[in-house]
């Protein structure tokens, strides 16, 4: 198994946290059970390789999009697998996937419903199927740097302003004081793009930094009470109950790759 983490063009950081390759040619995780974390991002995936599916039985999309997710999700691999993964800050979702909240939240898509097959072909057809890692970050820029120019600047400025308050740890009503705007509109402005709520985004930021934090105290929560409530609601276990060397292989190797190269944070596998 091999994961490679490439850094997306500067424009493009604030809606853009990384890229990932990923590939199992061997199929050493082939028919394993693969969970991932409830995360306050979207996923752009691409798939060359053998696709993998859901538990259900449902095969993934050729090029999928995953919206934020709520609750664990768990899939199969199979061998042969290749794809590439663009993990999409809250902004990025909101800004290159908008109006599609109450489709995207807690499921995947099939790129070709949002963008048509022609247009879902074209930009798989203009990645690199192989791992050619620099082809693939240039084509990937070029592609959502086009998408993120037929935004105007003070659409993106807004939810990126949107998002920044949110992570700083104040309260709704504080928020919306500090943006000029009513609560109803922000919840609105979130179930829109997003398909969930201003305080479940910072419920999973919260989630997300404790998981990293593991047995560490935190100071995300109020108390252990909030954070363990917090724990059972999307992970459904307690901070207790999970330990950082028990984490798969594969979250393992999702981690080390981030690391090397000092990008997003995100758990994204357990």
């Not at 997710?69 to 809250?90: C, G, Y």
């Not at 995207?104 to 070709?112: G, M, P, R, T, W």
């Not at 724990?231 to 594969?250: A, I, M, Q």
Request: charged fraction near 25%; charge should be positive; hydrophobic fraction near 40%.
């Amino acid at each position: 198994m091999r994961i490679v983490a490439l850094e997306p063009h500067q424009q493009l950081r604030p809606y853009v946290l990384s890229y990932r390759m990923v590939e199992d040619e061997q199929g050493k995780f082939a028919g394993t059970p693969i969970w991932t974390c409830p995360e306050p991002v979207g996923v752009l995936s691409a798939n060359f390789g053998k696709r993998s599916y859901h538990e259900s039985g449902e095969i993934h999309p050729k090029v999928g999009l995953l919206g934020v997710q709520t609750q664990t999700r768990k899939w199969i691999s199979q061998p042969e697998t290749l794809f590439v993964m663009a993990i999409l800050s809250v902004p990025g979702m909101m800004t290159l996937f908008p109006d599609i909240g109450q489709d995207s939240a807690d499921n995947l898509l099939d790129v070709s419903g949002l963008w048509g097959e022609q247009r879902t072909e074209t930009f798989w057809r203009a990645l690199p199927h192989a791992w050619q890692l620099n082809d693939m970050k240039n084509a990937m820029d070029s592609w959502l740097l086009t998408l993120l120019s037929a935004v105007p600047i003070s659409v993106r400025e807004r939810r990126l302003q949107l998002h920044q308050a949110l992570t700083s740890n104040r309260r709704i009503d504080a928020v919306c004081e500090h943006l000029g705007m009513t609560p109803r509109t922000l919840q609105r402005e979130f179930q829109r793009h997003l398909g969930v709520s201003p305080k479940q985004v910072m419920n999973l930021h919260r989630l997300q930094r404790s998981v990293r934090a593991a047995e560490r105290p935190v100071q995300e929560f109020a108390d252990q009470a909030h954070e363990i409530r917090t724990w059972r609601r999307y992970l459904r276990r307690t901070p207790g109950g999970y330990r950082p060397e028990d984490r798969s292989v594969l979250a393992e190797a999702f981690a080390a790759s981030g690391q090397r190269t000092n990008l997003d944070p995100t758990i994204f596998y357990l």
